[in-house]
């Protein structure tokens, strides 16, 4: 078996600091695309709901690539999603409600890493430790979170276990199709009881 090494996630990635709005986000037509909570679901960006918006501060955003760890610093559950451009010319920040992190080594998968945030227990357990969990809403320490301890694998163990987690959660989106359809079914036989 092979020896697993651990790092640090500051020691495998760069941090930027998200753009901060100091009100409400407003959608206009054109101006730069805004990534929030609300528009992530099952570690996926939905890209219906991404607003636009202008940028009123003098302060030169870090422009999200694709590859960037998204990891949401508030809120109920703790989250890391893995940035990906739908091919848009337009460009994307995310909103201030994510630490916003890019993998700085070529042995790193950053959907592992996001893989490693959102699955292994231990990690999961630290983050929520240490959030403000006697508030409202959780707020998710960075200096925890970067001073976590990665399991670092080989880029090709990695890889397969990203293939893995890929190919399972196509399977539950599948089983979640199959039981919607007999949701309906069922519902239009009940319907049609009292017709």
């Not at 996926?44 to 302060?59: A, M, P």
């Not at 430790?129 to 970067?146: H, P």
């Not at 163990?157 to 987690?165: P, V, Y």
């Not at 989106?173 to 309906?184: A, E």
């Given at each position: 078996?092979?020896?697993?090494?651990?790092?640090?996630?500051?020691?495998?990635?760069t941090?930027?600091i998200?753009?901060?709005?100091?009100?409400?986000?407003e959608?206009?037509?054109?101006?730069?695309r805004?990534?929030?909570?609300?528009?992530?679901?099952d570690?996926?960006?939905?890209?219906?709901?991404?607003?636009?918006?202008?940028?009123?501060?003098?302060?030169?955003?870090e422009?999200?690539?694709?590859?960037?760890?998204?990891?949401?610093?508030?809120?109920?559950?703790?989250?890391?999603?893995?940035?990906?451009?739908?091919?848009?010319?337009?460009?994307?920040?995310?909103?201030?409600?994510?630490?916003?992190?890019?993998?700085n080594?070529?042995?790193?998968?950053?959907?592992?890493?996001?893989?490693?945030?959102n699955?292994?227990?231990?990690?999961?357990?630290?983050?929520?430790?240490?959030?403000?969990?006697?508030?409202?809403?959780?707020?998710?320490?960075?200096?925890?979170?970067?001073?976590?301890?990665?399991?670092?694998?080989?880029?090709?163990?990695?890889?397969?276990?990203?293939?893995?987690?890929?190919?399972?959660?196509?399977?539950?989106?599948?089983?979640?199709?199959?039981m919607?359809s007999?949701?309906?079914?069922?519902?239009?036989i009940?319907?049609?009881?009292?017709?």
């Amino acid at each position: 078996m092979t020896k697993v090494i651990n790092q640090k996630f500051k020691q495998l990635t760069t941090r930027y600091i998200p753009y901060s709005f100091r009100s409400r986000i407003e959608d206009t037509k054109n101006g730069v695309r805004v990534i929030q909570p609300k528009d992530t679901k099952d570690e996926q960006i939905n890209w219906e709901s991404v607003i636009s918006t202008e940028l009123t501060g003098n302060k030169k955003p870090e422009y999200l690539q694709d590859g960037d760890l998204l990891i949401l610093s508030k809120g109920l559950k703790q989250q890391a999603l893995v940035f990906k451009s739908d091919n848009s010319e337009q460009k994307t920040i995310c909103s201030n409600m994510y630490y916003h992190y890019r993998v700085n080594k070529d042995s790193i998968n950053p959907y592992y890493l996001a893989f490693v945030l959102n699955h292994n227990n231990k990690i999961r357990n630290q983050i929520e430790v240490a959030s403000n969990a006697f508030m409202a809403v959780k707020v998710y320490s960075r200096e925890t979170i970067e001073n976590l301890k990665i399991p670092v694998l080989t880029i090709e163990k990695q890889d397969a276990i990203i293939a893995l987690h890929n190919n399972i959660k196509q399977q539950q989106q599948c089983y979640q199709k199959l039981m919607d359809s007999n949701q309906v079914i069922l519902t239009d036989i009940a319907n049609q009881l009292t017709q």
